[in-house]
């Protein structure tokens, strides 16, 4: 007789193990957390996850997709009120960051006590040999732009200074350009750009002019002889345009400030 152990009698077969629900969960928890979180804008980025997660779980295609579905519908709803969060209160933010920065520029500015002021008067020699005095131009609204050829924001301004002497007679609007290069190199660099306005080549001028530090520096002047506004920097045609055109100043026109004729660098430094 064989008396051989048997093997021992197979046990059933195992079910097959449940479908994993681990990314449709993750997908439904960011989903509402990127709800919640939405009004602070972190909202949307959370949305993003609980989206790829819900997708992940869709594509194994375990048959038992609602907690994935959830999860997407939640985190899409959680981006679009980020996306509307943001479209209210980005332009307000912009708007409150524009005006804390025109409020620091004029407290900072270097000629800030120097609006309101009357303009002081000086006589310089154009290219062309003419005289030209300041309070002459009394009348007429007057740009004073302090520049250089080896400036390139300056350069970059130089075609707008032309533009606005095409559109606005020089009856009401005066334009000067002044450097202190010499005038060999201004007539040459006037010749090829086709300046329409008179240059100027000086460096002994009264302040506020002579405490230009940095160029472009541009002077706008009313009729009435008063500085308006001092715009250092490069700015394009629209701002000068909306400067050259403004209305006059009102009121009582403010005393120089102290120290003004104290000695200050020479017009735009040097190269």
């Not at 594509?59 to 939640?74: D, E, H, K, V, Y």
């Not at 290069?181 to 001028?205: C, H, M, Q, W």
């Not at 009313?222 to 001092?230: K, L, M, P």
């Amino acid at each position: 007789m064989n008396t051989a152990p048997q093997p021992p009698p197979l046990s059933p077969a195992s079910p097959p193990p449940s479908p994993g629900l681990g990314l449709a969960i993750v997908s439904l928890v960011v989903g509402i957390l990127a709800l919640l979180s939405s009004v602070l804008l972190v909202g949307g980025l959370l949305g993003l996850i609980g989206l790829v997660f819900g997708a992940l779980h869709l594509a194994r295609r375990t048959g038992r997709n609602g907690l994935a579905w959830a999860g997407i519908a939640l985190s899409a709803l959680g981006i679009l009120v980020s996306i509307g969060v943001a479209a209210w209160v980005l332009p307000r933010a912009k708007a409150m960051w524009e005006s804390f920065a025109v409020a620091l520029e004029q407290e900072t500015h270097p000629f800030k006590d120097w609006k309101g002021v009357e303009a002081p008067d000086f006589t310089l020699k154009t290219l062309d040999g003419t005289s030209l005095k300041l309070s002459d131009l009394r009348g007429r609204r007057v740009i004073l732009n302090f520049w250089a050829t080896w400036c390139p924001p300056c350069v970059k301004e130089i075609p707008h200074f032309i533009q606005l002497r095409k559109e606005i007679p020089e009856g009401d609007l005066a334009i000067v350009g002044i450097s202190n290069e010499d005038e060999a190199t201004l007539r040459e660099f006037v010749r090829r750009k086709g300046i329409n306005y008179p240059i100027a080549s000086a460096d002994d001028l009264p302040a506020p002019y002579r405490e230009v530090s940095g160029i472009p520096t541009t002077f706008f002047i009313d009729r009435r002889g008063v500085i308006q506004e001092v715009l250092i920097g490069y700015h394009d045609l629209a701002a000068l345009r909306q400067h050259a055109s403004a209305p006059d100043t009102t009121g009582d026109i403010k005393t120089a400030p102290s120290g003004g004729d104290a000695a200050s660098p020479g017009v735009g430094g040097s190269p």
